[in-house]
């Protein structure tokens, strides 16, 4: 299995920044993209962002386009996800993922984190 850990939540103020890294250990031979999903308390959990391992193409979801931006660090087998501009509506708990594809990730993750609370107040 792949452990995934997610780090950097936390409360900001609209208009503000966060971001959050994902740390990925275990058998990763396999995974070749890491994203991210959030969930507001009774809705649906909604694709983020991911990201290619190997050469760095994205995917983001149309909330967040122009205002988050997905990365990676291979050599530390870690992920962040970049947050600007946030507004109360971003306010969820946002779940680190890993797949085997950039494209399944996107609806069918083969791991996922604990996730991480990201508050953004008015």
């Known amino acids: 299995q792949v452990q995934l850990v997610e780090s950097g939540g936390g409360l900001v103020q609209a208009g503000g920044s966060l971001r959050l890294s994902c740390a990925a250990s275990g058998r990763i031979s396999y995974t070749t993209a890491m994203g991210w999903f959030r969930q507001a308390p009774g809705k649906e959990r909604d694709f983020v962002a991911g990201?290619?391992?190997?050469?760095?193409?994205?995917n983001y979801g149309d909330s967040v386009k122009g205002r988050f931006t997905i990365s990676r660090d291979n050599g530390k087998n870690t992920v962040y996800l970049q947050m600007n501009s946030l507004q109360p509506e971003d306010t969820a708990v946002y779940y680190c993922?890993?797949?085997?594809?950039?494209?399944?990730?996107?609806?069918?993750?083969?791991?996922w984190g604990q996730g991480t609370q990201v508050t953004v107040s008015s």
């Open positions: 993922a890993a797949g085997p594809s950039l494209g399944v990730l996107i609806t069918t993750p083969a791991s």
């Open positions: 990201i290619r391992l190997s050469n760095g193409w994205t």
